[in-house]
């Protein structure tokens, strides 16, 4: 991250240490193929005595929240060249609610497809990952939407195998992560190859994004499929090596869930982000990661289908 003002450094430094995760004023290079953030300037937020008093007592007793994420998605989430701290838009986003709310969001890596089985299982407060809202998930999880996102491909340098729509990663190895948009698209245009006379996609499911990637690099697949927002920054940062073959589609929102029980913490998150929102502290988020074409107003609940 780049220059930012010497008081959100100091604000934030606790935080950033404790949690594990890069407060928004830290800094670190740019332009790293993935190792560091961009350059920004993002605004202090003060505690809201009010919205922290929405939290659950025992949240409040711990004084933090712990956060499950795939931290494997650049820009939402990534290590940084320690390979510990957390970097990326999700992290700076939960130190930023985590000075509205007083509490530390200590981020612990997890495989993406094991999440909502965590916060099931009480071993995470809720995720913050660059989960798409889906209707499917509503049974287990309330999300608090904070972003939008559509779904492309990626391909090495000069689209040798010339994908320029949806049905023809048809008969293509395609890369995804497992449970994540990438996953459900290729299901889903696999139910269509038949019909236009096209052999299914064989579909090379990985634990994380960064081995999906990595499988494209290394030629085991032809494309990897997952959301806009992480591809066109894999793309901005190797800019000789892949670029983005399709047009976002399928839109949905992204969204932080917190299981269904937990209302009191998803009203707390979800008056936070507002906060974060009406402060302008949210939009200087989004310019920093370079995500504007992603914002997703209001902070609503429960808004994919």
């Given at each position: 991250?780049?220059?930012?003002?010497?008081?959100?450094?100091g604000?934030?430094?606790?935080?950033?240490?404790?949690?594990?995760?890069?407060?928004?004023?830290?800094?670190?290079p740019?332009?790293?193929?993935?190792?560091?953030?961009?350059?920004?300037?993002?605004?202090?937020v003060?505690?809201?005595?009010?919205i922290?008093?929405?939290?659950?007592?025992?949240?409040?007793?711990?004084?933090?929240?712990?956060?499950?994420?795939?931290?494997?998605?650049p820009?939402?989430?990534?290590?940084?060249?320690?390979?510990?701290?957390?970097?990326?838009?999700?992290?700076d986003?939960?130190?930023?609610?985590?000075?509205?709310?007083?509490?530390?969001?200590?981020?612990?890596n997890?495989n993406?497809?094991?999440?909502?089985?965590?916060?099931d299982?009480?071993?995470?407060?809720?995720?913050?990952?660059?989960?798409?809202?889906?209707k499917?998930?509503?049974?287990?999880?309330d999300?608090?939407?904070?972003?939008?996102?559509?779904?492309?491909?990626?391909?090495?340098?000069?689209?040798?195998?010339?994908?320029?729509?949806?049905?023809?990663?048809?008969?293509l190895?395609?890369?995804?992560?497992k449970?994540?948009?990438?996953?459900?698209?290729?299901?889903?245009?696999?139910?269509e190859?038949?019909?236009?006379?096209?052999p299914?996609?064989?579909k090379l499911?990985?634990?994380?994004?960064?081995s999906?990637?990595?499988?494209?690099?290394?030629?085991?697949?032809?494309?990897?499929v997952t959301?806009?927002?992480?591809l066109?920054?894999?793309?901005?940062?190797?800019?000789?090596?892949?670029?983005?073959?399709?047009?976002?589609?399928?839109?949905m929102?992204?969204?932080?869930p917190v299981?269904?029980?937990?209302?009191?913490?998803?009203?707390?998150?979800?008056?936070?982000?507002?906060?974060?929102?009406?402060?302008?502290?949210?939009?200087?988020?989004l310019?920093?990661?370079?995500?504007?074409?992603?914002a997703?107003?209001?902070?609503?609940?429960?808004?994919?289908?």
């Amino acid at each position: 991250m780049k220059s930012r003002s010497l008081a959100f450094v100091g604000t934030l430094a606790a935080l950033a240490l404790a949690s594990g995760c890069a407060a928004p004023a830290e800094t670190a290079p740019a332009g790293s193929g993935g190792s560091g953030a961009p350059s920004a300037q993002v605004t202090a937020v003060a505690k809201d005595d009010a919205i922290a008093a929405m939290l659950p007592a025992d949240i409040k007793s711990a004084g933090k929240v712990r956060v499950a994420s795939g931290v494997s998605f650049p820009p939402m989430e990534f290590f940084g060249p320690d390979n510990k701290t957390v970097l990326g838009f999700d992290a700076d986003l939960g130190a930023a609610l985590g000075q509205v709310l007083g509490v530390t969001f200590e981020f612990q890596n997890t495989n993406f497809d094991g999440i909502i089985g965590g916060l099931d299982a009480g071993r995470y407060d809720l995720g913050l990952t660059s989960m798409n809202d889906k209707k499917s998930r509503h049974d287990r999880v309330d999300f608090i939407d904070y972003l939008n996102s559509g779904t492309t491909a990626m391909v090495k340098k000069g689209n040798p195998k010339g994908v320029k729509e949806r049905l023809d990663l048809c008969g293509l190895n395609v890369a995804v992560e497992k449970s994540t948009a990438g996953d459900f698209t290729i299901d889903a245009v696999n139910k269509e190859c038949p019909g236009a006379g096209k052999p299914a996609a064989t579909k090379l499911p990985f634990p994380d994004q960064a081995s999906a990637v990595q499988a494209l690099q290394s030629g085991r697949a032809d494309a990897v499929v997952t959301l806009d927002l992480s591809l066109a920054y894999d793309v901005k940062q190797n800019p000789n090596a892949f670029e983005l073959a399709l047009k976002p589609f399928d839109a949905m929102p992204v969204g932080i869930p917190v299981p269904k029980k937990s209302t009191e913490l998803r009203d707390a998150v979800q008056a936070a982000l507002k906060k974060l929102q009406e402060t302008g502290v949210y939009d200087q988020l989004l310019a920093k990661w370079s995500l504007q074409d992603q914002a997703l107003p209001g902070a609503p609940l429960n808004q994919g289908k």
